[in-house]
C-alpha cells in the first residue's frame, strides 16, 4: 500500500487478494449403498441450501466462508447427502468502509464457489453418482435477501 506523509494515499486502488483457501469441513454420505447406486425409477429431488459468513481478522484481512449443504432423495429416500464449508482468507484494502461488507459476502464467495462446486461435483461422482453440477449463484441477489432479512428483523 503506498504511504504519504506516513500515512496511506487517498487515492489508492482499491484491491482484493486470496491469500489462502481451504475446506474447512466437509462430509458426504451415501446411507443407503449399495441399493441406492441402481438406476433411479425417476428422477431425484435435489435440495441445495448456501450460506456466506464473513469475519474480519485485522489488517484488512477477512475469512469468508461458503457453505453448501445438499443432497439429493426419491420418494423420501436419501441417496446422497453433502455439507461443504469452504472458505478463503481475502486481504481487502482501500475499500469504503461501507462496501466492505458487500465486497465480503458477493465478490469473495463468487470467487471461492467455482472451487467449492468442483469438490462437490467430485465427491458426488465418487459416491457413484453422476457428477453434481450446481449452477452458478447470484450472490449479489443472496445478499440482498440478507440485508432484506436483517431489516425486517431490526424491524420486528
Do not use: W
Not at 135 to 144: K, N, R, T
Amino acid at each position: 500500500m503506498a504511504t504519504q506523509n506516513g500515512g496511506p494515499t487517498q487515492n489508492a486502488a482499491p484491491s482484493l487478494n486470496v491469500l489462502a483457501q481451504y475446506i474447512k469441513d466437509f462430509s458426504f454420505e451415501n446411507p443407503n449403498a449399495p441399493r441406492s447406486l441402481a438406476a433411479p425409477p425417476s428422477q431425484p429431488d435435489v435440495n441445495i441450501q448456501i450460506h456466506v459468513n464473513a469475519r474480519p481478522g485485522g489488517n484488512g484481512e477477512f475469512e469468508v466462508e461458503l457453505k453448501i449443504d445438499g443432497g439429493a432423495s426419491i420418494e423420501g429416500n436419501t441417496l446422497f447427502a453433502f455439507e461443504l464449508v469452504y472458505a478463503g482468507v481475502f486481504r481487502i484494502l482501500n475499500v469504503p468502509e461501507e462496501s466492505l461488507q458487500p465486497v465480503a459476502l458477493i465478490e469473495c464467495p463468487r470467487l471461492l464457489f467455482p472451487f467449492a462446486r468442483q469438490i462437490i461435483a467430485d465427491a458426488v461422482r465418487n459416491g457413484g453418482f453422476p457428477p453434481l453440477m450446481i449452477d452458478p449463484v447470484d450472490f449479489a441477489a443472496l445478499f440482498q435477501q440478507r440485508m432484506q432479512q436483517e431489516g425486517q428483523r431490526i424491524q420486528a
